[in-house]
């Protein structure tokens, strides 16, 4: 099947469905454009794997971890020109997962750095494994955004012993430019860091000008330092079938990865393997179809909102400014304008909102009409004299 613009303009009806983004705001007029998840129509190929497997009776125990693994290794081969081990790569249930399985292979009472402003998940990690978080503002001048490495090295602990980081990166949709990739390594060498890299936007390219580097690749040196998670979750919009790669090139961290998920993480299951096996295969224009109409997407998002957010070079995210309009409740402002939003604050910044851009077009420039009209009244009430 050759998909196209017409299939991404399908209205896909969620209900009743114990869909997350949807049923937050049940029963309402809003339109949820907050949490990570396209409401596109998941691939014809990958479920039509899942429906395959399903028509055999039982569901046992499974292995598929052969296939996945050589599913994954040829993906990166044709992706990205990168042949790695299969030797190398660990599954697990998801990339959230994965980042607090990496945070338990360091010592007791160690602490870890994580820039800023960054996907939720990531805030938690410390917390989650009694470690010390030392969250780092990222460099940032006129919405571009860059890992401060003065700032980082000024907040280094004796007993820090990583740096936690999203390439691309979420919230703000910015993919680290070959520079940083240039001196991440001198960082995380000089000060003994495993860096730890959650890959799983890199199929979205917005900017034709732009690639995703994958940073095992791209920094050699680094190879014994690294722990990079993928995913096709976000690609082929499968988010609740939990199956992510971990690749680590170091036998011994790889060990401890594994130890510490013995007993208490269950290796992945046989529809979310077949899944992910069928998106690591795909010879179809998915792809590259969902990335020209996420384009299309941002650019009318960018037309409406102008200097309020900055062009992603990746994702399908928009970080949109809104400290100017001293509101109190983002999140409750703009639902009371019909929109669900991400309030900032929980990625680290709450100068902004994170706005979802994946979805139908006809969906989107409704969700455009209520941000126009939310941005408005709330630049009218700042300049009403109180």
Same mark, same amino acid.
């Given at each position: 099947?050759?998909? #196209? ?28 454009? *907050? ?10 190929? @990958? ?27 040829? *993906? ?5 020109? *990168?042949?790695?081990?299969?030797? *190398?790569? /660990? ?18 009472? &160690? ?28 460099? $940032?001048?006129?919405? $571009? ?14 007993? /820090? ?32 860091? @495993? ?19 994958? @940073? ?34 170091? &036998? ?20 979310e393997s077949l899944a992910s096996i069928a998106a690591f295969s795909d010879e179809t224009n998915w792809s590259s179809e969902l990335n020209d109409y996420l384009k299309t997407n941002v650019s009318l998002l960018k037309q409406a909102l102008g200097n309020r957010m900055r062009m992603p070079e990746s994702t399908y995210l928009a970080w949109i400014y809104i400290d100017d309009l ?5 999140? /409750?402002?703009?639902? &009371? ?24 077009? &006809?969906?989107?420039? #409704? ?19 109180k």
């Open positions: 099947m050759l998909y #196209d613009k017409a299939y991404f303009d399908q209205i896909v009806d969620r209900s009743n469905t114990g869909s997350k983004k949807w049923d937050k705001y049940k029963n309402s007029e809003v339109i949820p454009f *907050w949490v990570a998840d396209m409401d596109f129509a998941t691939p014809n190929f @990958i479920l039509r794997s899942i429906q395959e497997r399903l028509n055999h009776p039982v569901m046992g125990y499974s292995d598929y971890e052969p296939q996945l693994n050589k599913s994954f290794t040829k *993906w990166l081969l044709k992706k990205f020109d *990168w042949e790695i081990d299969p030797g *190398w790569v /660990t599954w697990t249930p998801g990339v959230v997962p994965g980042l607090n399985l990496a945070a338990r292979c360091l010592l007791p009472d &160690s602490s870890i750095l994580v820039p800023t402003p960054i996907y939720p998940p990531f805030l938690e990690i410390a917390e989650n494994t009694n470690l010390d978080g030392i969250p780092t503002k990222m460099k $940032e001048e006129n919405f $571009e955004y860059s890992l401060d490495f003065r700032l980082m090295s000024e907040k280094l602990k004796p007993e /820090t012993q990583a740096i936690f980081i999203s390439n691309p990166q979420n919230p703000t949709g910015q993919s680290l430019s070959s520079n940083e990739l240039d001196v991440l390594p001198k960082f995380v060498l000089e000060n003994n860091l @495993i860096l730890v890299s959650d890959e799983i936007h890199c199929d979205f390219i917005l900017n034709n000008s732009c690639a995703h580097l994958p @940073i095992i690749k791209q920094c050699p040196s680094l190879k014994e330092q690294v722990i990079s998670l993928y995913s096709t979750a976000k690609t082929y919009n499968i988010p609740g079938l939990r199956c992510a790669a971990a690749v680590i090139p170091n &036998s011994n961290l790889r060990d401890r990865f594994r130890k510490v998920m013995t007993g208490i993480v269950p290796s992945v299951g046989p529809l001293n509101l109190d409740d983002p999140e /409750t402002y703009f639902a &009371s304008h019909g929109l669900g939003i991400s309030p900032g604050y929980l990625f680290g910044d709450n100068r902004f909102i994170r706005f979802n851009f994946a979805c139908p077009k &006809s969906l989107l420039i #409704d969700g455009i009409k209520r941000l126009n009209i939310a941005i408005g009244e709330a630049e009218e009430n700042k300049l009403r004299p």
